[in-house]
């Protein structure tokens, strides 16, 4: 098996834990991405049965869509640029806000989100491979209050690569806060 063949195995193979995780516990997944442009919900969505948790993915590339259609706070975004751990805390949160407003998934919606720089350069004085997800979690009933956070990232290789491991870091992250 090739490397590449392992690391989407891997990858379909959190996914898919994820899933079971959150349908299991009534939850369900939304996402906001930046510089995945999507693979993170392909990486829900090449698991069959996934509608029956994932509720979509909002790909907001742009710095006025982040703001505009996420809600992140547009002073954060002009002071600080797109790569920053408080914008992808407020892309998460505000993704799960998005679908939580319906009354079907009120209180039980998981954000994601991706915003970073892919390469091959760097984006102003921020540097290739510079990362940052963001995950929100609702109320899990014990501690009474939601999670949310952001994890930095330092990762090599080609556009490609940075962006598929951004997606299995993604995963990685929401298996573990799911316990």
Same mark, same amino acid.
């Given at each position: 098996?090739?490397?590449?063949? #392992?690391?989407?195995?891997? $990858?379909?193979? /959190?996914?898919?834990?994820?899933?079971?995780?959150? #349908?299991?516990?009534?939850?369900?997944?939304?996402?906001?991405?930046?510089?995945?442009?999507?693979?993170?919900?392909?990486?829900?969505?090449?698991?069959?049965?996934?509608?029956?948790?994932?509720?979509?993915?909002?790909?907001? =590339?742009?710095?006025?869509?982040?703001?505009?259609?996420?809600?992140?706070?547009?002073?954060?975004?002009? $002071?600080?640029?797109?790569?920053?751990?408080?914008?992808?805390?407020?892309?998460? $949160?505000? +993704?799960?806000?998005? =679908?939580?407003?319906?009354?079907? =998934?009120?209180? $039980?919606?998981?954000?994601?989100?991706? +915003?970073?720089?892919?390469?091959?350069?760097?984006?102003?004085?921020?540097?290739?491979? /510079?990362? =940052?997800?963001?995950?929100?979690?609702?109320?899990?009933?014990?501690?009474?209050?939601? +999670?949310? #956070?952001?994890?930095?990232?330092?990762?090599?290789? +080609?556009? #490609?690569?940075?962006?598929?491991?951004?997606?299995?870091?993604?995963?990685?992250?929401?298996?573990?806060?799911?316990?």
């Amino acid at each position: 098996m090739s490397p590449d063949s #392992e690391a989407r195995e891997r $990858r379909d193979d /959190l996914a898919a834990q994820a899933l079971r995780i959150c #349908e299991k516990r009534s939850l369900f997944i939304a996402a906001a991405e930046s510089l995945t442009g999507g693979l993170l919900a392909d990486a829900f969505v090449r698991i069959p049965g996934a509608s029956k948790v994932f509720l979509g993915s909002a790909v907001t =590339y742009d710095i006025h869509a982040k703001a505009g259609i996420l809600g992140v706070d547009a002073d954060l975004l002009k $002071r600080e640029g797109a790569v920053h751990p408080q914008v992808a805390m407020q892309m998460a $949160r505000d +993704t799960a806000k998005l =679908y939580t407003t319906l009354p079907e =998934y009120h209180d $039980r919606v998981v954000g994601l989100a991706t +915003t970073g720089v892919a390469g091959p350069g760097p984006d102003g004085d921020k540097p290739a491979g /510079l990362v =940052y997800i963001g995950l929100s979690l609702p109320c899990d009933g014990r501690s009474g209050e939601s +999670t949310v #956070e952001a994890r930095e990232l330092h990762l090599s290789g +080609t556009r #490609e690569q940075v962006r598929l491991r951004t997606v299995e870091a993604v995963l990685e992250r929401l298996n573990e806060l799911l316990g």
